[in-house]
């Protein structure tokens, strides 16, 4: 089970950091995403870190602005978000799974669990 925290209400141009645990086994193989989704949008990759966290993919709408990382030890995963724009809010998930050589992480239908989502809301 994932289960994102860390969500709130900002102005515009601020930072949030969203956290997102896992309980149960540990998720140490697992390929780890940040996914978002705004009312009446379809849900919409927004970063991945791959599970030694050597690679880490953005879309291009948050490139440069977010950062993704992970905590093996604490079997957490984060999404620190900077410079955060009116175009940011949604409700963001924590995804995990185990990718297939050649699948790209922005692949929703490829996640095998997911979080409640966390709400992020750009307001000044």
């Known amino acids: 089970q994932l289960v994102e925290s860390g969500g709130g209400a900002v102005q515009p141009g601020g930072s949030l950091t969203l956290s997102c645990a896992h309980s149960?086994?540990?998720?140490?193989?697992?390929?780890m995403s940040w996914f978002r989704q705004g009312p009446g949008t379809e849900r919409e990759f927004v970063a991945s870190v791959n599970p030694n966290a050597r690679r880490k993919i953005y879309s291009d709408a948050v490139n440069g602005r977010f950062t993704i990382f992970r905590d093996i030890t604490k079997n957490m995963v984060y999404l620190q978000m900077e410079r955060l724009k009116s175009e940011d809010p949604a409700t963001y998930f924590c995804?995990?799974?185990?990718?297939?050589?050649?699948?790209?992480?922005?692949?929703?239908?490829?996640?095998?669990?997911w979080g409640q989502g966390t709400q992020v809301i750009v307001s000044s």
């Open positions: 149960g086994g540990p998720l140490n193989d697992y390929d």
């Open positions: 995804a995990a799974a185990r990718l297939r050589p050649g699948v790209t992480p922005n692949a929703a239908h490829e996640y095998e669990y």
